[in-house]
């Protein structure tokens, strides 16, 4: 049987990733020398000169997994020598992974695979959109999984668990920033996410701020409309209290 899709809003989240991808990109090009010409990078391989747990530690995923994922990006990804300063497809892929995984400063990872600030800008909202293309491909509701939650807890008719996590961002800029800043006191989005009884991710929407309620964005979502609407039955979504019974 068919799984059913799971809208995630995947249109806006990428129109808040290209506004992230403003707040540390004012600089010029810095892959320029003085004299206007190209400088020259002999760039690492680190799928060879890492050990698997040394790159998994660094990216996040496996070598094999990051293979799997290129593999899967490929045909949206385009090199030239004015787009990206030529940098191999892989390089932009690692370069993007790094800063998923440190949610740090721009220029932090584009000296780690030697380009500019602004370059690696381009490269990780690139990047991030080839792989959002890929959504419709895994996240969807499998039948088996009401079945699956059953067996573990004793609970019927469950969909899936649904929460939402706090991802650490850069200070946004003066205008937006205190919208991003949490209850903690740090700046984030507030990333909902459903997965099901295998921990898959079936749902996940990652456009808003950090200040933004749990509840406030599963109301604003299109998830709930499709629950309401009946599109996946008689069933259930498991949430802690942050979420009003329904």
Not at 44 to 62: K, V
Not at 123 to 151: E, T, W
Not at 156 to 163: E, F
Not at 167 to 182: K, L, W
Request: charged fraction near 20%; aromatic fraction near 10%; charge should be negative.
């Amino acid at each position: 049987m068919a799984g059913t899709l799971m809208s995630s809003d995947s249109d806006s989240d990428l129109e808040v990733l290209e506004q992230l991808s403003d707040w540390d990109n004012e600089d010029t090009d810095g892959d320029e020398g003085p004299s206007g010409s190209r400088r020259s990078y002999c760039r690492i391989d680190y799928t060879q000169c890492l050990t698997d747990a040394e790159f998994t530690f660094r990216f996040r995923l496996n070598k094999a997994a990051v293979q799997l994922l290129l593999s899967e990006i490929m045909p949206h990804v385009k090199v030239t020598c004015n787009r990206n300063h030529g940098v191999a497809p892989l390089h932009q892929l690692l370069l993007t992974l790094r800063f998923y995984a440190l949610g740090t400063m721009l220029i932090s990872v584009a000296d780690f695979v030697g380009v500019s600030k602004s370059t690696a800008s381009r490269i990780v909202h690139d990047i991030s959109g080839a792989i959002a293309i890929l959504y419709n491909k895994y996240i969807v509701m499998h039948p088996n999984h009401v079945d699956k939650f059953f067996q573990y807890g004793q609970f019927p008719r469950v969909l899936g668990a649904i929460d939402c996590t706090h991802i650490r961002i850069q200070s946004p800029n003066h205008t937006i920033g205190e919208e991003f800043r949490n209850r903690k006191g740090y700046f984030s989005l507030n990333v909902q996410a459903v997965c099901d009884a295998d921990l898959k991710f079936m749902n996940v929407v990652a456009r808003w701020p950090g200040s933004a309620h749990d509840a406030t964005i599963f109301n604003n979502s299109v998830l709930r409309a499709q629950c309401e609407a009946g599109t996946f039955g008689n069933r259930w979504l498991l949430a802690d209290s942050a979420y009003p019974n329904r």
